[in-house]
């Protein structure tokens, strides 16, 4: 859905509508923070658990902002040389071949470490992005390992990387610049400082039931509605406890999806059990979702809907 | 920068210099209040706050709030203090002492001259024939003294170490290296193996033989211990060997073992009795001696029943992310005799087992020969345990501290 002109995001309300428009609904504490990042230009760490619209928000916010997004998935043993930049070995090694005995050697060096003979890669590439600029997400940096995130400092703190044998890039454009984290184990306390923070929690039910609405169109009313209940009242006590890892939004619409797709009008407990697999991805988890439970949860859901 | 202020002037021009001095006051006054409540926050931030007011605008509290949670919250478990303590001081900054006050533990450890740790006062003390220990009179009421002795049982274990345990952990930890397992990690650095060539050392060493390609550098993968993920019962049973285990691994395991160029340990470490407690905090502190003070307040059900299938779901619902892709390395620490329900412990046991790498079970009661695990915790333990270690004389840590080693090389 492309938009006319790029958001000016001058108050939190525009920069809401515009991610809406784009089908991302952020409340309003989340507003505030991505707002904060924009006009203070710092970067923006994200935390929560998974499928609850991290990386969506990057996309969303890049369709917003006209941004090109650059994404970099770290994982273990993610290396500078992957991130950041790298040299072009084989062309250097030619060129100091064509050029031996021609140039003179003080001279060799330099034309060796030209711009040209560099690899760009994501940070280098965010910050070398002409305007409007372009919006790095650093996704699940928790997944790559600690030493990895020192090489990140650089460019959260001063969006700059330097490169010994070129010197400084700078970015002319602050890229926007996003990180994810699962929190499968602490963030160093050095890049935390650089950014802003904020805790991505499940969304309450009307958020729930405004995102299924937007991305599931075609399913009946009552059908949303109930699958935003149901959902609900699993991420909740007391039957959170039964689950080891709650559905986060991605897999309520994946849910929602699916019972259209089974031609559902309404949710009985058969059903439920028969598409758990599509709410929970462990085994156990999809065991403890029988019948019963099931059950269980939509009177509860049903009531609960009542009483709002 | 005021230049950028113009969006939102409106705001800014509304509320007038002098109100405008009075919240950077009132900021800088929160600010404090949550750095006393455990917030790391520093100057760097607080200036950063006042920015993103500048930008947001005070008119809404919920935007004002939303704004200093995400300049000044960095971890998710500080959102909730964050706030309570909002709420609290924007309406009432008395009321937000109070809260303060209730939420701080009692900070008057501090005031006190030191105590003596019992390893000092133990070497100043000339050397004496054991004598009797001083028998706690016991002339209170029944009723006082019951409490009492559970609250003695809690606490009394987990002891500072006297000076000839201190030596003869120290030397058990100098004798007997945990070789704790390495793989090949993703990471590389520069050696003469390995499958990939480091381009930028060959390039620079053809430099210097003017462009000619003498030797190819490879990249190494380099070494990493596997993470590790100690379980340790202090259960009545235990209650002997846990003081002692904890200062021999907290010794072993503090360092890296895996030759000067691996990476480090990553060491978790929980107790569990009736349920679970985690001992993180604790063994983050150097000194062994902090350590056993730390974990002897946080541990709070020593001496109880072991309830090992509930701690273990307690592990498996909110610890989980602590196994790390299943190359875990578990030590389990304790006798098996389970006084839970034996149904979960089977489940959970195999669930644990699915997760990790190697389940080691170190059971420090039983003997060597001609063990049988009988009791039906053991047995269930025995199935899951990839191997098991049995000492039988606390006094021979030594012997134990060999066995784990024995275990961690095969």
């Given amino acids: 859905m492309p938009t006319t002109s790029p958001c000016e995001c001058n108050t939190i309300d525009e920069l809401t509508a515009g991610l809406r428009q784009q089908g991302y609904f952020a409340d309003r504490r989340l507003a505030t923070a991505v707002f904060l990042a924009l006009k203070l230009q710092r970067p923006l760490l994200l935390e929560g658990e998974p499928g609850v619209g991290k990386t969506e928000l990057a996309k969303a916010l890049a369709q917003v902002l006209w941004r090109q997004l650059i994404r970099l998935q770290c994982f273990d043993g993610l290396e500078q040389r992957e991130a950041l930049y790298e040299w072009n070995y084989a062309a250097q090694l030619l060129h100091l071949r064509a050029a031996e005995g021609q140039v003179p050697s003080s001279e060799l060096e330099q034309e060796v470490y030209q711009p040209r003979y560099l690899v760009r890669r994501p940070l280098l590439q965010a910050l070398e992005t002409p305007a409007p600029g372009a919006l790095l997400l650093i996704d699940e940096v928790d997944r790559a390992d600690e030493p990895f995130e020192a090489f990140l400092l650089e460019y959260l703190g001063e969006y700059q990387v330097s490169i010994p044998e070129l010197g400084t890039v700078r970015a002319s454009v602050p890229p926007v610049t996003l990180l994810t984290s699962n929190r499968t184990r602490e963030l160093n306390g050095a890049v935390k400082r650089r950014c802003l923070y904020h805790w991505l929690d499940y969304p309450d039910r009307e958020h729930e039931l405004a995102i299924v609405r937007a991305l599931v169109p075609e399913a009946p009313a009552r059908l949303t509605e109930q699958v935003a209940a149901f959902v609900q009242q699993l991420r909740s006590a007391p039957f959170d406890g039964n689950f080891q890892r709650a559905p986060g939004i991605a897999e309520t619409v994946e849910w929602a999806r699916a019972l259209v797709a089974l031609d559902t009008l309404a949710l009985d407990p058969e059903v439920v059990q028969d598409t ?4 929970f991805k462990q085994r156990d988890d999809v065991a403890a979702l029988n019948q019963a439970l099931a059950a269980e949860v939509l009177q509860v859901a049903a009531q609960g809907g009542g009483a709002n | 920068m005021p230049a950028q202020l113009s969006p939102a002037p409106e705001r800014v021009v509304q509320l007038g210099d002098a109100r405008h001095g009075k919240l950077a006051g009132n900021l800088g006054a929160f600010c404090r209040m949550l750095r006393r409540a455990g917030v790391p926050i520093d100057a760097s931030r607080i200036a950063l706050a006042q920015q993103a007011l500048n930008w947001v605008g005070v008119a809404q509290k919920d935007d004002a709030s939303a704004a200093l949670e995400a300049v000044l919250v960095a971890r998710e478990q500080d959102r909730a203090v964050f706030r309570e303590l909002f709420d609290a001081f924007f309406r009432d900054p008395k009321l937000a002492n109070k809260l303060l006050a209730q939420m701080l533990p009692r900070a008057d450890g501090h005031a006190r ?18 004598s009797a220990p001083a028998k706690e009179d016991a002339i209170d009421l029944d009723a006082a003294m019951t409490a009492s002795q559970v609250a003695r049982l809690k606490t009394a274990d987990f002891n500072q170490l006297t000076a000839s345990e201190y030596m003869l952990v120290e030397r058990l930890v100098r004798d007997i290296p945990l070789p704790l397992p390495t793989v090949a990690a993703r990471r590389t650095h520069g050696g003469t193996r390995g499958a990939r060539i480091h381009w930028r050392r060959t390039f620079g060493s053809a430099a210097q033989c003017g462009g000619d390609v003498m030797a190819l550098h490879r990249l190494e993968r380099r070494r990493a211990p596997l993470p590790l993920l100690v379980l340790v019962d202090v259960s009545g049973s235990m209650e002997r060997y846990a003081r002692l285990l904890l200062a021999f691994l907290h010794c072993a395991t503090a360092r890296t073992q895996a030759g000067g160029r691996g990476l480090a340990v990553r060491r978790d470490v929980f107790a569990f009795g009736s349920h679970l407690t985690d001992l993180n905090a604790a063994f983050r502190l150097a000194d062994t001696d902090a350590m056993l003070l730390a974990a002897g307040q946080a541990i709070d059900d020593f001496a109880g029943g072991t309830r090992l299938g509930a701690s273990l779901a307690q592990l498996r619902e909110r610890h989980a992310r602590r196994l790390v892709g299943r190359r875990t390395l578990v030590l389990l620490v304790s006798d098996g005799l389970d006084t839970g329900e034996p149904e979960p412990l089977t489940k959970e046991l195999a669930w644990l087992k699915r997760h990790t790498r190697t389940l080691l079970w170190l059971n420090p009661l039983l003997r060597f020969g001609g063990y049988e695990p009988i009791a039906r915790g053991a047995a269930e333990l025995h199935k899951a345990a990839d191997g098991m270690v049995a000492v039988h004389n606390v ?12 275990l961690l090389k095969t």
Avoid: D
């Fill in chain 2, 113 to 130: 001259a030191p105590k003596r740790r019992p390893r000092v006062a133990e070497a100043l003390s000339p050397p004496k024939a054991q």
């Fill in chain 2, 395 to 406: 006094t021979k840590l030594h012997e134990l501290a060999g066995a784990i080693a024995r």
């Fill in chain 1, 276 to 279: 758990a697999g599509i709410l």
